[in-house]
C-alpha cells in the first residue's frame, strides 16, 4: 500500500513574529527544531520506515526534514529539493506583519489575502529586497509576484504528477516536508476537496500526517501522529 507522510515545517522566526513569510529563507526557531524533532520521534514510534523525501527549496522545510529524519534515524534516505514545494508566495506583502496590514487594509482584507482560494495578495514590485529573480535557486524560471492558493496548486501538480506520485505507484514511502500552502495543494489534489474547503483546511506544524493510498492513489486512511495536536482531516 503506498504510504506518504506530509510534514509541515516546524515554527519559523517569521512564524512567531507573524510576518507574511513566503518564498523568504527564513530559519527554525528553537521550538520550531523541537517540533521537528518530535515529528521523527513520532514517525519512529509509528515503525514507519521511509524510503524518498522530498523537501521545498527554502531553509526551514529541508531543516525540518533533517531533524526529523536524524531523530527516526532514516538521515540516510534520498532528499529531492524542488522550488514548486515552496510556500506560496505572498507577494507585496513578504515581510510585513499581519497586524499592520489588518491595520492598514481591515482585518476582512487580510483574511481574504491569506484564506481566500483564488484571490492573490497585491504583486510584490521587481527589484526590491524580496525579489528573488537572481536567486540562484530559481535560475531558468521567472519567480511570481504574488501567488494565491489555486495558483500555489497549479505550480504544485505538475511536480505531484510527474515525480511524486509516480515514486508511490513505484511502492516508496514518502517524506514531503514542506509549507502550508504546498501541502494544503497536496491535500486538495488527494482528498478532492473542493475550491470552497480547502482554505479552512489547517494543517499544523510539525506533526506528520500520515495517508495510506490505494494504487489509485486515493487516500484509504489518514490520521495526525500526534493526536493532542491534529486538525480535522477532509473525508477520506
Not at 507522510?5 to 527554525?28: A, I, K, M, P
Not at 529539493?81 to 499581519?98: A, I, Q
Request: aromatic share 6%; proline share 8%.
Amino acid at each position: 500500500m503506498p504510504t506518504l507522510v506530509l510534514l509541515r515545517h516546524g515554527q519559523s522566526q517569521w512564524n512567531l513574529e507573524h510576518r507574511f513569510t513566503g518564498w523568504v529563507d527564513v530559519d527554525l526557531t528553537p521550538q520550531g527544531e523541537a517540533e521537528a524533532q518530535r515529528g521523527g520521534e513520532l514517525i519512529a514510534a509509528a515503525g514507519l520506515e521511509l524510503d524518498l523525501a522530498f523537501a521545498s527549496v527554502l531553509t526551514r522545510a529541508i531543516r525540518t526534514a533533517d531533524i526529523s529524519l536524524t531523530a527516526c534515524n532514516q538521515l540516510w534516505v534520498p532528499m529531492e529539493k524542488d522550488w514548486r514545494l515552496n510556500e506560496r508566495h505572498y507577494g507585496g506583502l513578504t515581510g510585513l506583519k499581519h497586524s499592520e496590514m489588518a491595520a492598514k487594509h481591515g482585518a476582512e482584507q487580510v483574511k481574504i489575502w491569506r484564506r481566500s482560494y483564488d484571490i492573490p495578495p497585491p504583486p510584490l514590485a521587481p527589484g526590491g529586497e524580496y525579489d528573488f529573480s537572481r536567486d540562484r535557486r530559481y535560475a531558468g524560471i521567472e519567480p511570481p509576484a504574488a501567488e494565491s492558493l489555486k495558483s500555489t496548486l497549479q505550480r504544485v501538480q505538475p511536480y505531484w504528477d510527474t515525480v511524486i506520485a509516480p515514486a508511490l505507484i513505484a511502492g516508496q514511502r514518502l517524506l514531503v516536508a514542506a509549507h502550508g500552502n504546498s501541502l494544503r495543494a497536496i491535500v486538495k489534489l488527494l482528498f478532492d476537496v473542493s475550491d470552497q474547503a480547502i482554505p479552512g483546511v489547517e494543517i499544523p506544524t510539525g506533526n506528520p500526517l500520515l495517508i495510506e493510498l490505494d494504487d489509485a492513489l486515493r487516500p484509504v486512511q489518514s490520521r495526525y501522529l500526534d493526536e493532542a495536536r491534529a486538525q480535522p482531516l477532509p473525508a477520506a
